[in-house]
């Protein structure tokens, strides 16, 4: 069956840009997270859509990160004027049930690594 | 604050032999436990996890520990093969977290 779709696979743009992500979760999935890695780090938490519920917002590390989940399922996380420590690699996940539940792994996209000059 | 650690970047292991990947933790409210594999360019991927309320998980080659009083686990890998040379990330959570907490990753490199 499909996986967890990111789009674009790789994004370069100059700072100050803003800069669309997408994610496409596993057919009903409910729980929806974007994860990011910049180098030599692991993944850092950024927000958490479960359902209709509002999102956990609580890792977004400023006002210039925001994300929309459509119709319980298409995800897509905006960087307002990008800034070079933007640069890392952005991960979309999906999983059944709330991430604390146990034999639900989330599952995870191939990433958007993005890069800004 | 880095709650969950691995504090080896890297770890090269013979074809065969056993392969041992540790994390600690620090926060004592975590109550699963997750490794996840990751190839380059890849997402990553569930490998096993542990519940607090056990001390071992074994799935085929690979194996799970936990030991609570020590904030520790560590993945055992046995008989290591070349296709197990990846980057495996250590994950942490608990009962009404919204996410996981991962640790930064170890790069292991099984040598033929």
């Known amino acids: 069956g499909a996986g967890v779709s990111q789009s674009p696979s790789n994004k370069v743009t100059e700072k100050g840009k803003d800069v669309e992500l997408r994610c496409d979760p596993i057919s009903g999935h409910t729980a929806l997270y974007w994860y990011r890695q910049s180098l030599g780090q692991g993944l850092e938490f950024l927000i958490y859509?479960?359902?209709?519920?509002?999102?956990?917002k609580s890792g977004l590390p400023s006002d210039r990160f925001s994300a929309e989940r459509t119709g319980g399922s298409v995800s897509t996380l905006t960087i307002q004027r990008t800034q070079q420590e933007d640069s890392a690699v952005y991960l979309c996940?999906?999983?059944?049930?709330?991430?604390?539940?146990?034999?639900?792994?989330?599952?995870f996209g191939d990433g958007t690594r993005l890069s800004i000059l | 604050d880095q709650q969950v650690k691995q504090n080896s970047p890297s770890l090269s292991v013979q074809e065969g032999r056993i392969s041992i990947l540790n994390c600690d933790y620090t926060n004592s409210m975590f109550d699963y436990f997750l490794w996840y594999k990751k190839y380059p360019a890849e997402g990553p991927t569930f490998l096993i996890s542990i519940s607090s309320i056990k001390d071992k998980n074994e799935d085929g080659r690979f194996t799970v520990f936990l030991n609570k009083s020590a904030k520790h686990l560590s993945l055992h890998i046995v008989p290591s093969q070349p296709g197990d040379s990846a980057v495996y990330f250590c994950a942490a959570t608990y009962n009404g977290a919204n996410n996981l907490f991962f640790g930064t990753g170890t790069r292991l490199t099984v040598i033929p």
């Open positions: 996940a999906s999983s059944l049930d709330r991430p604390s539940a146990q034999n639900q792994p989330q599952h």
């Open positions: 859509f479960q359902g209709n519920s509002a999102p956990d």
